[in-house]
């Protein structure tokens, strides 16, 4: 597996490693680093937490700064998904943009279940 050379966080927030040919987010690093290559091919790494995305960014920054990590620490933070498995999972809220008679823009979520 390659090494990284930088850790930084890319223009949609999410930690990414790179050296001079490979950039990928944190998340998928550390899956591929456990789990193998093979594992994520045509697949999407999912954050478990959903909306609690800066705590598992800290927690995954914290399993990448150790030299040993388990698999079950990377379960509990992330799971392997196709793309069709990963949009239900999104899609389970339904993203509004709305904009009032006053001109007032608001971005929400609403739980599909409710």
Not at 25 to 42: D, E, P, T
Request: aromatic content about 14%; some cysteine; overall charge positive.
């Amino acid at each position: 597996m390659w090494k990284p050379k930088k850790i930084f966080i890319n223009d949609k927030g999410y930690l990414t490693v790179a050296n001079s040919r490979h950039i990928m987010k944190l998340s998928r690093y550390l899956v591929i680093l456990k789990y193998g290559k093979k594992a994520v091919k045509n697949k999407q790494v999912h954050h478990r937490l959903g909306f609690k995305f800066e705590d598992i960014e800290k927690q995954l920054l914290d399993l990448y700064n150790r030299e040993e990590f388990s698999l079950e620490e990377i379960d509990k933070l992330l799971c392997i998904l196709s793309p069709e498995e990963h949009n239900e999972v999104h899609f389970k809220y339904y993203k509004l943009n709305k904009t009032f008679e006053n001109g007032y823009k608001a971005n929400y979520y609403i739980n599909k279940e409710v």
